[in-house]
């Protein structure tokens, strides 16, 4: 399958990458053989029926069960800096 040169400047705007001329010819052949590829795949034929497993039937999370948790106190305890009951962290940009 051939791609267009629209197309593949397309993809190139949709990602934000700035194609040159050389780099637009380059990738309509390899998006082409990509999507011939994808295509082969898709067109086989297995023997596989099912692919559903007998593990995606079952549940394997605990049961959540509220509880007590630590305390302000306690939470703060190993706190490199604390002030007024909260965790004093180094400003992030």
Known sequence: MSISRKLTKHIGDLSLIKFTETQIKKFEKELGEIIDYMNKIKNQKSKIKN???EI???CF???DIPC???SKQ???KNAPC???GYF???KVV
């Open 56 to 58: 995606q039937d079952k």
């Open 51 to 53: 692919l559903k497993s």
């Open 82 to 84: 604390s002030k007024e």
């Open 61 to 63: 999370l605990r049961e």
């Open 88 to 90: 004093i962290t180094p």
């Open 68 to 70: 007590h948790g630590i």
């Open 74 to 76: 306690e939470a703060l």
